[in-house]
């Protein structure tokens, strides 16, 4: 609507001014570990000018237990993350929407599996607190990270900036998550060797231990003296280089909770007999 002032002093008002064009609609690729959220998503954001097609996100093949191994391996060219199975569209899309946990034991490779088989620009709104988890997505390709909780028109603009090219994420803040992804990774694997440096039995006396059995309890169901068990702890602690029994099940606890795919005995390296 255009006003202009006439000769005579009335004020004449048209209606013949362009309209504001509407912004150009985006190509969206979806990746969640939930159908029901991603097919949500979708829909809402085709309602806000993006057109976006859902990735069947797979789960990775089983693992293959080892009996003499704190390994756990998977079949000869298996790949260890999940992977999105997707017919290759005629054009690549504009963007790559990744929602998910980060929870993974591998979240790097997840990440970087994800970027390699579609390679364009990847978000990732992640229900996992800003941390190293973040800096594992973006180590893994991801050119920004944000919050779960963010609102839908929030990240409408950020798909369209990252679409137009712009940088979303500063380079300063970048950095300090990738380092502090890096610093936990390299104190991950340390804590895993140690944990895998345990003998069978000392490897049975810590997940008792986890299970809240005291040392008497684990020496009745054992058939040796209470003596034995405090020993076998002493090189439990020893070799886990702590202080405590309840620091020995911290670490347990800790590698378990960053192999969630693995069965309890084979992230700790528990044979199927003691």
Do not use: F, N, Y
Request: glycine letters at 6%; hydrophobic letters at 40%.
């Amino acid at each position: 609507m255009v006003a202009r002032v006439e000769e005579d002093g009335a004020v004449a008002v048209s209606t013949d001014a362009t309209p504001t064009p509407e912004p150009p609609r985006v190509r969206l690729c979806l990746a969640s570990d939930h159908p029901m959220v991603a097919e949500s998503v979708r829909v809402a954001l085709g309602a806000r000018g993006i057109d976006t097609v859902v990735l069947r996100w797979t789960d990775p093949p089983p693992v293959e237990k080892r009996p003499d191994s704190a390994v756990a391996t998977r079949a000869p060219g298996a790949v260890s993350t999940r992977s999105a199975r997707l017919t290759r569209p005629r054009h690549l899309p504009d963007v790559g929407l990744l929602l998910s946990a980060l929870s993974s034991s591998e979240p790097e490779a997840e990440m970087r599996s994800l970027s390699t088989q579609l390679p364009v620009r990847w978000v990732v709104l992640s229900q996992r607190p800003r941390g190293s988890d973040w800096g594992a997505a973006l180590d893994g390709g991801a050119c920004a990270v944000v919050s779960g909780s963010t609102r839908l028109d929030e990240i409408v603009t950020l798909v369209r900036q990252v679409v137009a090219g712009r940088d979303v994420m500063g380079e300063a803040e970048r950095e300090e998550l990738v380092a502090t992804w890096q610093r936990v990774r390299v104190e991950s694997k340390r804590r895993t060797e140690l944990l895998a440096s345990l003998s069978p039995r000392e490897r049975a006396v810590l997940e008792d231990l986890d299970a809240g059995r005291p040392v008497t309890t684990i020496a009745a169901a054992s058939g040796v003296s209470v003596a034995t068990v405090r020993t076998q702890v002493r090189g439990i602690l020893r070799k886990l280089d702590v202080s405590s029994q309840l620091a020995a099940v911290a670490l347990l606890r800790d590698v378990l909770d960053r192999s969630p795919m693995l069965p309890r005995d084979v992230a700790a390296g528990r044979p199927d007999h003691p």
